[in-house]
């Protein structure tokens, strides 16, 4: 799929006809057209214009790559941070049971039991 494929679909999926879109976008009918028929490419101008008002990412615009919607790659970016996170606290709480007594095992079990009631379903699949 090419950029004017790409460009096209973006369009269609916001429900707009051309004419429509033009006006919105602020940008001129028959060029649009140009652009649809392949027979001019999007400058710089016109591809942030259409990425803002279709909210579509500019690469996938140009590459067909990735997310076609921007939201869509903040929610990516937002659930891996969440895993780095995630994947921080493990660590620490791994670090931080080598260095503790039975006694604050055992208290951090209770706390994390009290705080998430699918914690002994895990413990139970993870065989502990």
Do not use: C
Not at 26 to 36: C, F, K, N, S, V
Not at 59 to 86: C, H, V
Request: without cysteine; glycine residues 4%; positive net charge.
């Amino acid at each position: 799929m090419d950029i004017q494929q790409r460009l096209r679909q973006a369009i269609l999926l916001k429900n707009k006809t051309l004419k429509e879109f033009s006006l919105k976008a602020d940008m001129p009918y028959r060029t649009l057209q140009r652009y649809l028929s392949g027979n001019r490419k999007p400058n710089i101008d016109a591809l942030i214009k259409i990425s803002a008002y279709l909210d579509v990412d500019m690469n996938w615009l140009l590459t067909g790559e990735g997310s076609m919607y921007r939201d869509q790659i903040q929610e990516q970016k937002a659930e891996y941070k969440k895993r780095d996170e995630i994947e921080q606290i493990r660590e620490w709480l791994k670090d931080w049971g080598n260095k503790v007594d039975e006694r604050k095992h055992h208290w951090l079990g209770v706390q994390m039991e009290q705080m998430f009631p699918e914690y002994r379903e895990w413990l139970n699949k993870q065989g502990l």
